[in-house]
């Protein structure tokens, strides 16, 4: 059974500080997802990583993935008040081509002036 | 493009009776959809996938009877809850998948009340 886990789960920073997001998932994988959820709200996808050595960067995002260590990141550069909001990475396992995506229990991130 | 809506956004219903979410995939034919669940300050929880046209696939421990899911066309899923509880309150989001495209689209959630 493939299982994810971010930490941490709660992330209080400061604005213009840096911090990363860690998500490990347990069986093989080669397309993982982080999303952003605002209070009340539902998914907005941030990024699709679908190779091992996958980087990809939006704004003050920046998220990769190494399938071998089976570990993806996100970092926050310079954090602002308009990030605060849970974060989810979600994983689709290999085996048997599933479609099916495994959640995180999320991060949340709040930002303090 | 690939936007995905749910109606209603929110329902508040009574005990014992049934609820009907719907799902839809505006401008794409989803050939895949999912239903999740979600209770306050939790992650996603998938309940089922459905596919057009055929039986949907529950996840270990969702009640078949109870969480009825009819995928009549590539651009529309349902979810009926059945004989609702209080203990069914919760998010429910859908998403819908086309064909050889890896990404989900999420819709924007119905957040149900059960009193």
């Known amino acids: 059974e493939l299982k994810v886990e971010q930490n941490p789960l709660f992330l209080s920073m400061q604005e213009g500080k840096n911090y990363t997001i860690y998500c490990n998932y347990s069986t093989t994988s080669d397309r993982l997802y982080w999303y952003r959820q605002d209070p009340g709200k539902s998914l907005e996808s941030l990024f699709v990583l679908l190779s091992n050595g996958a980087v990809k960067q939006e704004g003050r995002l920046m998220a990769s993935l190494d399938t071998k260590a089976r570990l993806s990141t996100l970092h926050i550069t310079a954090a602002v008040h308009d990030l605060s909001a849970t974060y989810f990475c979600a994983v689709a396992p290999t085996q048997g081509g599933s479609e099916k995506l495994v959640f995180g229990k999320g991060t949340k991130l709040t930002v303090n002036p | 493009g690939a936007v995905v809506s749910q109606h209603p956004s929110w329902v508040i219903c009574k005990s014992g009776t049934s609820v009907k979410i719907e799902c839809r995939s505006l401008?794409?034919?989803?050939?895949?959809m999912f239903w999740y669940r979600q209770f306050p300050k939790q992650s996603l929880m998938l309940m089922a996938t459905s596919n057009e046209g055929s039986k949907a696939t529950y996840e270990q421990g969702v009640e078949k009877d109870k969480f009825l899911i009819n995928h009549a066309s590539l651009t529309l899923s349902t979810l009926t809850v059945t004989s609702a509880h209080p203990e069914d309150s919760s998010f429910y989001i859908c998403?819908?998948?086309?064909?050889?495209?890896?990404?989900?689209?999420f819709g924007p959630g119905t957040r149900l009340t059960v009193t």
């Open positions: 401008d794409f034919q989803a050939t895949t």
């Open positions: 998403s819908a998948r086309r064909e050889m495209v890896y990404e989900q689209y």
